[in-house]
């Protein structure tokens, strides 16, 4: 092999270790494509390189999330197989196609050491699936922090839409997002005058995350406002605690999960038998505006509340599956519940509430979840990027698919604007009297 062929041929083992493309230039329009920042994480065995569970991301959160409060995920060997030339002929036409473009492009195109992660972008986009997805070393480490709870930026969850919009799916309370306007549904159009056309959800969260203190300009399309309209917003180191949990009136004890992440399943038992330990006559669990994390976690969250499984229904592409039964030892297996949710309820956030729906342990307040039912597995590689790969879909332990459907609730309330200025929570008011009803009907009996 002649020596100005082989920084080819090195690039084209790459290409066909991670099932490279046949089209390349896909990679150099369409890039990375993600449609939520909910995510369910699955670790993966061993001898794998270790994942984290985007997706979520979840919904990642604006402020700087990394989804990794994961163990560092494990790099990927150096690849060792070697590309014959029967195997390299079909990439020809890959630089053909390259050599026609550098000469003849109007405009920037990926440097040399861009053109791995170009084309595996390429690949990744050609799946046509929203949560197989490639990330560069940078937008990998701001994923990392997703489930860390402490990130700069505005402070709230965003989703990218089918039609690749970003939106607000809520703004998290006392933080500046809320502050400065936001609403939940809220268009984010463009970020300091960048149009966010065209990008992947990473691309927006990176240009709105920045150091506390400096100010953001983001452009927003609200429904029944026809014309879009700026707001700024001060960014801020933003603390997002896992777990909030605090006694209600009547006995009733109140516990919200805010990601899934590698601590929450320490401080949901922590605070459960601080909770029990104050003999509550019954118990609301809050997932509104969880965007999701790791599947164990969401496994073991789920044993709390549900002591026989499945939990949930595992579904590969050659039509196997795999049923998650309850971890042994809940905390709160027979307590009177209610779980709270809504539409930023999302992956892990909805395998809790889906064992608990579908077991008749407890009921469901709010709104429909996000719904979001694939499984994916985070491989970190040896430079620091992701390759997050769709590995499964998940079903509730009734068999319910949940992706692109969400769960609806046993009881529907809506929060409206005039409840949010008012400072009202209806579906945390209809949750304590439908625990009520159900403490008096049983003291009657």
């Known amino acids: 092999m002649n020596a100005d062929k082989a920084p080819r041929y090195i690039l084209l083992t790459i290409l066909l270790l991670i099932g490279a493309a046949l089209f390349f230039v896909a990679g150099l329009g369409t890039g990375l494509y993600v449609a939520q920042s909910a995510v369910l994480v699955q670790l993966p065995a061993t001898t794998a390189p270790t994942a984290a569970l985007s997706t979520a991301s979840p919904t990642p959160t604006?402020?700087?999330?990394?989804?990794?409060?994961?163990?560092?995920?494990?790099?990927?060997?150096?690849?060792?197989?070697?590309?014959?030339?029967?195997?390299?002929?079909?990439?020809?036409?890959?630089?053909?196609?390259?050599?026609?473009?550098?000469?003849?492009?109007?405009?920037?195109?990926?440097?040399?050491?861009?053109?791995?992660?170009?084309?595996?972008?390429?690949?990744?986009?050609?799946?046509?699936?929203?949560?197989?997805?490639?990330?560069?070393?940078?937008?990998?480490?701001?994923?990392?922090?997703?489930?860390?709870?402490?990130?700069?930026?505005?402070?709230?969850?965003?989703?990218?839409?089918?039609?690749?919009?970003?939106?607000?799916?809520?703004?998290?309370?006392?933080?500046?997002?809320?502050?400065?306007?936001?609403?939940?549904?809220?268009?984010?159009?463009?970020?300091?005058?960048?149009?966010?056309?065209?990008m992947n959800i990473y691309e927006a969260i990176s240009l709105i995350r920045g150091p506390a203190g400096t100010v953001v300009r983001l452009l927003v399309q609200r429904e029944g406002i026809e014309e879009p309209f700026e707001i700024e917003v001060i960014r801020a180191r933003i603390e997002v605690p896992v777990v909030e949990s605090r006694m209600l009136v009547d006995d009733l004890a109140y516990l919200r999960l805010n990601e899934f992440g590698q601590t929450a399943i320490e401080e949901v038992e922590r605070a459960l038998r601080a909770l029990l330990d104050e003999n509550p006559r019954g118990l609301i669990l809050d997932l509104r505006g969880n965007p999701g994390g790791y599947l164990t976690t969401a496994i073991e969250v789920s044993s709390e509340f549900v002591a026989e499984g499945p939990i949930l229904i595992e579904r590969f592409r050659d039509e196997t599956e795999r049923a998650y039964d309850p971890v042994?030892?809940?905390?709160?297996?027979?307590?009177?519940?209610?779980?709270?949710?809504?539409?930023?309820?999302?992956?892990?956030?909805?395998?809790?509430?889906?064992?608990?729906?579908?077991?008749?342990?407890?009921?469901?307040?709010?709104?429909t979840t996000l719904g979001k039912g694939s499984v994916q597995l985070v491989n970190t590689l040896s430079d620091g990027s992701q390759l997050r790969v769709t590995t499964a879909s998940w079903f509730t332990p009734a068999g319910r698919a949940i992706h692109g459907e969400g769960l609806t609730p046993d009881i529907e309330v809506e929060v409206t604007e005039a409840d949010i200025e008012a400072d009202r929570d209806p579906q945390l008011e209809r949750a304590i009297e439908y625990l009520r009803e159900g403490i008096a009907v049983g003291t009657e009996e």
Do not use: C, K
């Not at 990998?140 to 402490?150: K, N």
């Open 62 to 198: 604006l402020p700087e999330p990394t989804a990794t409060l994961t163990p560092t995920p494990t790099a990927l060997p150096t690849p060792t197989r070697a590309v014959t030339e029967d195997q390299a002929e079909p990439f020809d036409i890959f630089w053909e196609a390259w050599e026609i473009l550098r000469d003849q492009f109007y405009g920037e195109l990926p440097t040399e050491s861009e053109l791995p992660y170009a084309a595996i972008e390429g690949v990744i986009a050609s799946t046509g699936d929203p949560y197989t997805a490639f990330l560069d070393p940078v937008r990998a480490e701001i994923v990392r922090t997703d489930l860390s709870g402490s990130f700069e930026g505005i402070g709230a969850t965003v989703r990218m839409r089918p039609d690749g919009r970003l939106e607000i799916v809520q703004p998290l309370p006392d933080h500046p997002a809320i502050d400065a306007g936001l609403r939940a549904a809220d268009i984010v159009l463009s970020v300091d005058g960048t149009g966010l056309e065209g």
């Open 328 to 367: 042994a030892g809940g905390l709160a297996l027979d307590i009177p519940l209610v779980v709270l949710v809504d539409g930023g309820s999302a992956s892990a956030s909805e395998i809790v509430a889906g064992a608990i729906q579908d077991s008749a342990r407890g009921i469901l307040v709010g709104t």
